[in-house]
């Protein structure tokens, strides 16, 4: 069998062979294809964005990444995370800024990222794009779904608990301007509904694909053509501006969610047009490509160097 495509000529996506129904495997990487991201196979087409964030740089001086485990009283329950500390820290004058980003393990808490933000961050700040900046890794785990869903519990765990730690062990700002909150998926609605809660803390988000479909009941609805997608974005309408500033993302070749109504494309472009209706800072994107670390390694710090400019 062969398959003919017309393909945007900056494509980069994860793609996968489904071999059938009486495969051991609902999916497999192409056996012809040797470039892989887990059991994914990568594409990218002459004009694919370029990534040169993500790959160490001898002449960048490393920083390092501490992992600690904190009591969450917001949670009831530790939260494991690293911080990333940028190298020659004690010789930058503070306070300093950071980012908080979510699923620590894909980007830096763990070995072999799929986003490597401590890389990220050291190239970044050695070619003097950013200032020094912490990088607060928060682990997801078996708790992802309940955390990253609009969840006024994990907002107070944020602001009222990891944030005064931060500023008290490592000298992290306490203007919102100079604190990022940063997530993919469902990652990305957290960041937004996190900042939009206690803009007081945070004062930016850093939003990649975000999952602005969802709404409060989404994942125990019996009856999910009864339930309206976009519960983030009625909250907006209802309130008046918050002092945030926004930069979002998503990839044209995303399809639908969980629910009907759930096109990750759609909701995007909705949040935007809602964020500019009620006077909102926002950065916007589309990107050829799929909902995957494939595409997200190398925009993150695009996100991040748009997000510290001042600029207008």
Not at 115 to 133: E, S
Not at 140 to 159: H, I, N, Q, V, W
Request: charged share 20%; proline share 9%.
């Amino acid at each position: 069998w062969t398959l003919t495509v017309r393909a945007p000529r900056d494509l980069r996506i994860v793609y996968n062979f489904r071999p059938g129904p009486d495969a051991p495997a609902g999916i497999i990487p192409d056996p012809w294809n040797p470039s892989r991201m887990g059991m994914g196979s990568l594409l990218e087409l002459p004009d694919a964005p370029a990534q040169p964030w993500i790959a160490p740089d001898e002449r960048a001086p490393r920083g390092r990444v501490v992992t600690t485990t904190l009591p969450s009283t917001a949670l009831a329950e530790d939260r494991q995370i690293g911080v990333y500390l940028p190298a020659n820290l004690a010789d930058a004058a503070g306070p300093h800024p950071y980012v908080i980003v979510f699923d620590g393990e894909v980007h830096g808490l763990k070995a072999d990222p799929l986003v490597p933000v401590p890389v990220i961050l050291d190239n970044l700040i050695a070619q003097a794009r950013l200032p020094p900046t912490l990088a607060v890794l928060v682990a997801s785990g078996a708790t992802r779904t309940r955390d990253l869903s609009m969840s006024p519990a994990f907002c107070e765990f944020l602001a009222d608990e990891l944030a005064p730690w931060l500023r008290k062990e490592y000298r992290a700002s306490a203007n919102p301007a100079d604190v990022t909150l940063a997530g993919s998926s469902l990652g990305g609605l957290t960041a937004a509904y996190c900042a939009f809660h206690r803009s007081h803390t945070f004062g930016n988000v850093l939003s990649q694909s975000g999952s602005f479909w969802f709404a409060p009941g989404a994942w125990d609805s019996k009856s999910p053509h009864t339930l309206e997608t976009g519960g983030f974005m009625r909250e907006l309408i209802a309130a008046p501006r918050k002092p945030v500033r926004f930069w979002l993302e998503v990839g044209r070749f995303e399809g639908g969610g969980v629910l009907p109504g759930a096109n990750q494309v759609a909701q995007n472009r909705h949040l935007r047009d809602v964020l500019r209706l009620q006077g909102y800072e926002v950065d916007y994107h589309e990107y050829a490509g799929g909902h995957d670390y494939f595409s997200w390694r190398g925009s993150f710090a695009d996100g991040l160097l748009e997000l510290a400019s001042t600029e207008d």
